[in-house]
């Protein structure tokens, strides 16, 4: 029996063009290694300084700074993807921010900090890769979501609706880009073993773990795990999944 099913290898993504946002490090990192890895030409956005240790790691990939709130750093970062490389085919959401704090204490300037990085960069990003994508005549758009897309997270309010918003907007991406061959899913993952804490208290690392026993898996998910969901979401073994919020979260939700 022949297989149709297309299988995951170095050419999967060959000719294909992925623009990471969040790049430098975890799940970002691990992204654009795998789409580099089986063959797609990658741009690489983050504003931390270890996206240049990315760009010696992986040769060719184009590496751009910029801060993803910014309109002119989405158009900039598409506009390096079409002169590079001729046009966008993927676009991975990965930048992000959290914020742990109650609701009386989520001041004005936290939640727009949060609303900023998780939705409106998201917005900008995937309104110019549309732009670039109904050009190719189609393409994908996989954004990292959060169990707190779907169900509340106490002491985080900002970054529950931020990425309730992201789930959305998925949606509606989904929707309008169906006519033009464009998908549009987001994974929402559950705890995840990165940094993503470390600059808000320095116990990040036990603190992550402490939340294994949430997770009827028993333990934290690995940055690369994230990654190879998000890779599934962007290649053509998911080319009849559109508007998912595909749950990667060690079976959190299911209860």
Not at 49 to 72: C, F, H, I, R, Y
Not at 239 to 253: C, E, H, Q, S, Y
């Amino acid at each position: 029996m022949i297989s149709t099913t297309p299988s995951t290898g170095a050419a999967e993504f060959a000719g294909k063009t992925a623009l990471v946002t969040g790049a430098a490090r975890g799940i970002g990192k691990e992204t654009a290694s795998l789409l580099h890895t089986r063959g797609a030409h990658v741009v690489a956005l983050d504003t931390r300084p270890e996206l240049a240790v990315l760009s010696k790691e992986l040769p060719g990939v184009v590496t751009v700074t910029g801060d993803v709130t910014e309109e002119e750093t989405a158009t900039r970062a598409v506009g390096a993807a079409v002169d590079a490389f001729g046009g966008l085919d993927i676009l991975v959401n990965n930048a992000g921010r959290t914020l742990t704090k109650p609701v009386t204490h989520t001041t004005a300037r936290d939640w727009d900090s949060v609303m900023d990085v998780n939705a409106r960069g998201a917005f900008l990003f995937a309104r110019e890769a549309f732009r670039a994508m109904e050009e190719r005549g189609g393409g994908a758009i996989v954004s990292t979501g959060s169990y707190a897309s779907t169900v509340g997270l106490p002491e985080g309010v900002a970054y529950s609706a931020s990425k309730g918003a992201l789930a959305q907007l998925t949606k509606v991406l989904a929707l309008e880009g169906g006519p033009l061959g464009i998908r549009a899913n987001l994974v929402a993952a559950g705890v995840v073993e990165t940094d993503f804490l470390d600059a808000f208290r320095p116990d990040s690392r036990a603190y992550l773990a402490s939340f294994a026993d949430v997770h009827p898996l028993g333990r934290v998910a690995q940055p690369r795990e994230i990654a190879e969901v998000l890779c599934f979401l962007v290649s053509p073994r998911s080319a009849f999944v559109t508007g998912a919020v595909l749950p990667a979260d060690g079976g959190f939700t299911a209860a």
